[in-house]
């Protein structure tokens, strides 16, 4: 990690913008494009600004097409810019799944190396915004899935900011998803100016020895409070925000486990095909001789995200994740 | 017909000028259907500055305003038959309510209830929320009606921004491949978000753009209810009856958005207000209702019962919409597929023995 001195005092989408002009500061060719990023400043506001600052060459307000934005900044990406496409939502990057899947992710096998795709395309995912229906979905496990790609959650200002830096910097393609739940929910100090967290580095929030906890993203914080309300019972978690979620931080994740033995995985995408399944299947393959209770998923329902009346039962809550871990630490 | 179709696409279809005059051939509707015309744009209006003010209140989430598309969104729909099918986008509240749909319904979707639809027996999908997703669907329910000989059209609705994506291309392509019986709406009110509609395309016009796919591209006065009451209906027609020339027709409905793209949008960031200023002299229900009273098919007494019907009805379905308990938990689980899977059978009693245990106030943040 580098940082300089000064700070300043951020919430989380104030850090994704600080973290783009940054770099854009830094860098000439990188370019953010993408749907009412220009003027607009993003539907977010996570460009504010930009545009003034570095006029509609550098900022660039695309026409409606997600596919067309992804597509256009692989072009780019290939003659050597550095693009940074925003897809508004989650829920609306489909069309440019082909894009994405098909040849950011390939491009550099598919040339040995001669063309490459150093693109981050950010996109802010998940519920608990109240927001209409496919503005919630949370599908990161599409992308981990992808080889080629790199899959990045901040959940926390300087995090996002450093790991936004590490991932423009990256040579290759990264799908960069940002917790809109949590993007005004908290400040915390930022570096300002130059700042990079290494992508591929998961970071222990609260460490306990009796359960390892992974979580990620928006998850963190509801995650973290029930760690706190179940040490007032006695059961001291390790809580581990991944933060890369491809590739994984194999080490720190079965580092905790060989302490523990127990571990539950919270996630707010649905459980079926989510990293819960994967994260467990690192711990048989690496530490199955230490471990003293089944994994448990504490996760998102197989079902579509419900419209928002019912949006504080799909996601998982401190309650959930309390009786989820109680189950693993109360084994057998 | 022909003079509605054999025209340039920049030929833009006026019935009633700005001022509610009459400069072209009106449609071929009673006093009372024209009535009807007003009542509706009047309701679409009132439902809206009411829904508006719910989200402002915190009893609604984020909504899509439709101000200043109460023509387009009226006089298209007012020309199709109930067999007939809607694909809509999200902001179509005033098409949707004339083919069928309960007000209730269309608020209780953004009260955020439901699974996504609307419970109605009307032949409307559910909204399209990502754009231009429902232009191919409609070209589907037309070859489906096409292959039944079921005499049913199949509309589309969508905006400006929409025809810059690739469905909008493909839907529109297999239409007159197939040459179905599809009308294909563009709400173009200027404004996708902050785009406006000339950085969204360079092409001259939207209804231009039907010459790619060998169909009919018709360009029309979006705030003129009686215009695109009268293309639509020739549009229509001629998808039951196409005689020589292609079924599927591209309609551009010219019109503004007055408010913002959605309650979580602040246009001040990207447009004068100035252009909105402008726009609001083309008010389409001013001008329908200019209209009728020279005509004489409506004086003070029509207006003021017209507007006490209007905010009784909205006021009605809000009631009813409120009133709604927020949905059953379990009923996430079903309708994910026919059947319930075991592992949504399991997920469905893991939440309910969490429920009995701990309480609903465990969960819910309000």
Not at chain 1, 180 to 207: C, M, N, Q, S
Not at chain 2, 318 to 327: K, S, V
Request: hydrophobic share 35%; proline share 7%.
């Amino acid at each position: 990690m580098s940082t300089d001195t000064d700070t300043q005092n951020l919430t989380l989408v104030q850090a994704v913008r600080d973290g783009l002009r940054t770099e854009m500061q830094r860098d000439e060719d990188v370019i953010v494009l993408g749907e009412d990023v220009g003027k607009n400043g993003g539907v977010f506001r996570a460009t504010e600004g930009l545009y003034e600052e570095f006029g509609d060459e550098r900022v660039i307000d695309t026409p409606l097409a997600e596919s067309g934005i992804v597509g256009t900044s692989i072009g780019m990406a290939a003659y050597g810019l550095r693009p940074v496409p925003e897809i508004q939502f989650m829920g609306f990057i489909y069309p440019a799944f082909d894009q994405i899947v098909s040849h950011a992710a390939r491009l550099r096998t598919r040339t040995r190396g001669r063309f490459t795709c150093p693109m981050v395309v950010r996109a802010p995912y998940g519920g608990g915004i109240r927001a209409p229906e496919h503005h919630s979905e949370s599908k990161e496990a599409f992308f981990v899935h992808e080889p080629g790609l790199k899959v990045v959650i901040p959940s926390t200002p300087a995090d996002t900011k450093g790991l936004l830096a590490s991932a423009i910097r990256d040579p290759d393609p990264v799908v960069f998803l940002e917790p809109k739940l949590i993007y005004r929910a908290f400040r915390e100090d930022v570096p300002a100016g130059d700042h990079t967290v290494p992508l591929g580095e998961a970071a222990v929030r609260r460490e306990g020895s009796d359960v390892s906890v992974y979580t990620w993203g928006a998850m963190t914080r509801p995650t973290t409070e029930a760690a706190e309300n179940l040490a007032a019972e006695g059961i001291e978690c390790e809580v581990i925000d991944l933060r890369t979620l491809s590739p994984l931080d194999r080490e720190t994740i079965v580092d905790s486990f060989e302490k523990t033995g127990r571990a539950a995985v919270v996630h707010e995408a649905p459980r079926t095909g989510g990293l819960g399944g994967e994260i467990t299947a690192i711990l048989q393959e690496e530490a199955l001789l230490y471990q003293e209770a089944p994994v448990e998923r504490i996760t998102g329902f197989d079902t579509p995200v419900p419209l928002y009346a019912l949006e504080d039962y799909y996601l998982p809550s401190p309650t959930r994740i309390e009786e989820g871990i109680r189950e693993v630490v109360d084994f057998p | 017909m022909s003079d509605v179709f054999d025209r340039a696409p920049d030929d833009r279809v006026q019935v009633l000028d700005e001022s509610g005059d009459l400069v072209g051939e009106p449609p071929d509707l009673s006093d009372a259907e024209l009535r009807d015309l007003y009542r509706h744009m009047r309701l679409a209006r009132h439902f809206d500055e009411r829904a508006v003010s719910l989200q402002r209140q915190g009893r609604m989430g984020t909504y899509p305003p439709l101000a200043g598309q109460e023509a387009a969104q009226v006089g298209s729909a007012a020309a199709l038959e109930p067999r007939d099918w809607i694909a809509p986008s999200y902001r179509e509240h005033a098409t949707v309510h004339v083919h069928g749909l309960d007000l209730a319904e269309i608020l209780l979707y953004w009260m955020g209830h439901g699974a996504g639809g609307w419970s109605t027996d009307a032949n409307v999908l559910p909204p399209a929320v990502p754009i231009a997703t429902q232009i191919p669907h409609t070209t589907g329910l037309a070859l489906a009606a096409k292959r039944r000989d079921d005499d049913a059209v199949a509309c589309a609705y969508f905006g400006d921004g929409a025809t810059s994506e690739g469905d909008f291309h493909e839907g529109l392509n297999v239409a007159g491949v197939f040459d179905v019986p599809a009308v294909f709406v563009c709400n173009n009110n200027g404004w996708a978000i902050s785009v406006p509609r000339e950085r969204q395309t360079a092409s001259e016009t939207l209804a231009g753009k039907a010459a790619a796919y060998g169909i009919d591209g018709v360009q029309v006065d979006g705030m003129d209810p009686l215009a695109t009451y009268r293309v639509t209906r020739a549009a229509v027609e001629k998808a039951r009856a196409p005689g020589d020339r292609p079924r599927p027709t591209l309609i551009e409905a010219v019109q503004y958005r007055f408010g913002a793209h959605t309650t979580a949008d602040d246009p001040t960031v990207y447009r004068d207000e100035s252009e909105v200023d402008e726009w609001r002299k083309r008010d389409p229900i001013t001008r329908l209702e200019r209209y009728l009273r020279e005509t004489g098919r409506l004086d003070d007494d029509g207006v003021v019962e017209v507007d006490a019907a209007v905010r009784d009805q909205v006021s009605t379905a809000i009631d009813r919409a409120e009133r709604t308990a927020r949905p059953d938990p379990d009923g996430m689980f079903d309708d994910v597929y026919a059947d319930p899977t075991p592992a949504l059978r399991a997920q469905r009693s893991h939440l309910h023995s969490l429920r009995d245990r701990h309480g609903d106030s465990a969960f819910l943040k309000d």
